[in-house]
C-alpha cells in the first residue's frame, strides 16, 4: 500500500512532516481553515510540544495508576496505542502473571472449541496459545484511556480536523495547530514520550525481558507497522529480540531473502521487489510474510541507487496497480533528489 510506504518514509526519517508553516484554525463555530499567521486574538496556539507534555503526563498517570490498582510484579510491556486516524492514545500495561492467568483461559477454550468443532484453528499447544497472548493488548488487563480534560479535547478536534468534520466539533474555545499535526504526527510524538518515560517506567517491577513502545491501530497499520517500524524506534534491537524472539527469526528471513536477491544483476534485483509490491499483502514473498510493509521493499529499491532508475521507468511503462505505480513513483522521486 502506498500508505505503508508514505508513512515508512516519516517514521524512517526518509522525509518531514508536511504542512510547516501553515495552521488549522478550528473555531467555536464549528468551522476549519487554513491561516498562515495569527495572533493571541484568533485562539489557543496547541503546540507540537503541548501535545507531547499532554501525553506525557497522560502517561506518567497511567503508571501510577496502575501501581495503585495492579501487583507491579514481574511487569513486562508498557505501550502507547496509537490511532492517527481517529486522534487518540491509550496506554496498555501487562505482568507475567495477569499473562498466564489469560493465556491458560485462551488455552482451555481453545481446547473446548477444537473438541466441538475440530477446526485447526483451535489446535495450539499452551505454548504457542501463551506467545499469541503476550502482546496482544486487547487482552490486557490494565488499559487507561482516563485522560485529561484539554489532552481529550485536543485530539477530539484534532480527530474532526482529520476526518473533515467540522460539524462534531465541540471546542469550547478557537484553537489553532500546526497543519503538521494530520500527517501522522501523532506517531512521532507518541515515540518522543517513550524516551522521556525512561525513568518513570523505572517504577516498574519489570522482568528482563521488559519493552515500552508506540503500536499503531488497525486502521493505521497494525501489527505490521508496529513490528517493522514504530516498536524499533522505542526498544534497542538485543532487549527487543530478547523479548520478541519470534521478532528475530522474522528478522533473519527477511535479511537471507535480500542477500539472495542481491545475488541477481540489477534489472532483476528491481524486477523483484516491483513484484512483491505488485502481488500485494497476500503474494508470494510478501512484506508481510516478513511482518512488515512494502516500506522495505521501497527502501529496497532506494537503496540500489541512480542505477535503477531506467529500470523503474520501464516498470512505470508498463500494467501496474494504481497502488503500485504510486509507490514507484515515490522511489523515483527520492533518487531524483
Known amino acids: 500500500m502506498s500508505y505503508d510506504v508514505q508513512i515508512g518514509r516519516l517514521i524512517s526519517g526518509r522525509r518531514e512532516v508536511e504542512g ?19 495572533g493571541p486574538e484568533d485562539g489557543l496556539f496547541i503546540s507540537r510540544k503541548d501535545l507531547e507534555n499532554a501525553l506525557y503526563d497522560f502517561c506518567k498517570s497511567a503508571i501510577s495508576n496502575y501501581i495503585k490498582e495492579e501487583s507491579n510484579e514481574d511487569v513486562y510491556t508498557f505501550s502507547i496505542y ?6 487518540s492514545y491509550l496506554v496498555y500495561i501487562n505482568d507475567q502473571a495477569t499473562l498466564e492467568e489469560v493465556a ?28 499469541s497472548c503476550k502482546f496482544s493488548e486487547g487482552d490486557y488487563a490494565f488499559m487507561f484511556d482516563e ?21 462534531y466539533l465541540r471546542n469550547e ?32 517491577n519489570q522482568t528482563e525481558d521488559f519493552i515500552a513502545y508506540v503500536s499503531a491501530a488497525d486502521g493505521v497499520g497494525g501489527d505490521y507497522l508496529t513490528l517493522s517500524q514504530l516498536i524499533r524506534k ?4 538485543d532487549q527487543l529480540y530478547k523479548a520478541m524472539p519470534d521478532l528475530k527469526d522474522k528478522d533473519l528471513e527477511f535479511q537471507a531473502a535480500v542477500e539472495t536477491t542481491q545475488q541477481l544483476p540489477i534489472a532483476q534485483q528491481v524486477k523483484h521487489w516491483v513484484t512483491v509490491i505488485e502481488r500485494g499483502e497476500f503474494g508470494k514473498g510478501s512484506m508481510r510474510s516478513f511482518w512488515r510493509t512494502d ?29 503500485s505505480r504510486e509507490i514507484l513513483m515515490l ?7
Do not use: W
Open 331 to 337: 522511489v523515483l522521486d527520492d533518487l531524483k533528489k
Open 104 to 131: 491458560d483461559d485462551c488455552y482451555t477454550s481453545y481446547q473446548e472449541n477444537y473438541l466441538k468443532t475440530g477446526k485447526k484453528i483451535y489446535n495450539e499447544t499452551k505454548e504457542q496459545v501463551y506467545h
Open 147 to 167: 485522560m485529561p480534560d484539554q489532552l481529550e479535547s485536543y485530539l477530539e478536534t484534532i480527530g474532526c480536523v482529520i476526518q473533515e468534520t467540522p460539524d
Open 20 to 38: 510547516k508553516g501553515t495552521y488549522l484554525q478550528c473555531t467555536t463555530d464549528q468551522t476549519i481553515q487554513e491561516i498562515l499567521t495569527f
Open 234 to 237: 522505542c526498544v534497542p534491537e
Open 173 to 204: 474555545k478557537n484553537y489553532i495547530f500546526e497543519k503538521t499535526i494530520i500527517d501522522s504526527e501523532l506517531f512521532l510524538i507518541a515515540i518522543d514520550v517513550i524516551h522521556r518515560l525512561q525513568n518513570d517506567l523505572k517504577k516498574l
Open 82 to 87: 496509537t490511532d492517527s486516524y481517529h486522534s
Open 295 to 323: 516500506y522495505d521493499a521501497y527502501e529496497q529499491l532506494v537503496k540500489l541507487g541512480h542505477q535503477v532508475i531506467p529500470y523503474i521507468q520501464d516498470h512505470l511503462n508498463g500494467e501496474l496497480k494504481n497502488e
